[in-house]
């Protein structure tokens, strides 16, 4: 079975410092990440997923993730948060192929400080 | 717009007392799921449909229904809801072929309590 770990229920830290939200995962195949964010009193939606190929990835508002096999690792960067930033952020994972049953993990939640 | 809608969106009620909370999506998805969401617990799959008349159950399935008679179509039953079932849901919907396959689109969330 697969499992997701996010250790940090809550991080804050200061507008432009740096920010990592960590995630690990257990599974025995080869699996998807998935980086979700809720912002306060709305649904989720996706910042961004590794499926294959580069283990470094992007979203469009400057966060990056990179899938670590060896350490079974999803950690989730920003250089410099911003206010608008604040938000709950889930780490997901999937089987890779056919039907995917999709495990998310506790969440995190960012507080960025003015 | 293309969009996942749940309705209502607050609903209070007592224990015992049958509801039911529709969730419509217009992307033509095969997949639609229902989640809950507690806090420290994540969200936790609840019912999952492949497609018309194909559900099946998550994780936590205990005293919910649902239903899929129609593609675009997913109510979450509670028969005889508890105080345990106070939660916030999410109904989500996804392809099963083309490039978006992976990704899970959501509802805005219903959130329910029930006294």
């Known amino acids: 079975a697969q499992s997701v770990t996010q250790l940090d229920s809550q991080v804050p830290v200061f507008e432009e410092a740096p920010v990592e939200l960590r995630c690990n995962y257990s599974?025995?195949?080869?699996?998807?990440l998935f980086w979700y964010v809720q912002y306060p009193n709305q649904g989720l939606q996706l910042l961004l997923k590794?499926?294959?190929?580069?283990?470094l990835v992007e979203s469009i508002n400057g966060f990056e993730a990179e899938f670590n096999k060896s350490q079974t690792s999803f950690h989730l960067r920003k250089p410099s948060v911003h206010i608008s930033d604040t938000a709950e952020y889930f780490c997901?994972?999937?089987?890779?192929?056919?039907?995917?049953?999709?495990?998310f993990g506790t969440g995190t939640k960012l507080q960025v400080i003015p | 717009e293309a969009q996942v809608t749940q309705n209502p969106r607050y609903l209070i009620t007592v224990t015992g007392k049958k509801l039911t909370v529709t969730c419509s999506q217009n992307?033509?998805?095969?997949?639609m799921s229902w989640y809950r969401q507690d806090p420290g617990l994540g969200l936790r799959q609840i019912y999952y449909?492949?497609?018309?008349?194909?559900?099946d159950k998550g994780d936590v399935p205990e005293g919910y229904k649902v239903s899929r008679k129609e593609k675009r179509n997913f109510p979450l039953i509670l028969e005889s809801p508890s105080p345990n079932q106070t939660s916030l849901y999410f109904c989500?919907?996804?392809?099963?072929?083309?490039?978006?396959?992976?990704?899970?689109?959501f509802g805005p969330g219903t959130r329910l309590t029930v006294l």
């Open positions: 989500a919907s996804r392809p099963l072929a083309g490039p978006s396959t992976d990704t899970q689109y």
């Open positions: 599974s025995s195949v080869s699996v998807y």
């Open positions: 590794y499926l294959s190929g580069s283990t």
């Open positions: 997901a994972v999937s089987y890779s192929g056919g039907y995917q049953k999709v495990t």
């Open positions: 992307m033509n998805h095969e997949y």
């Open positions: 449909s492949m497609n018309v008349e194909v559900t």
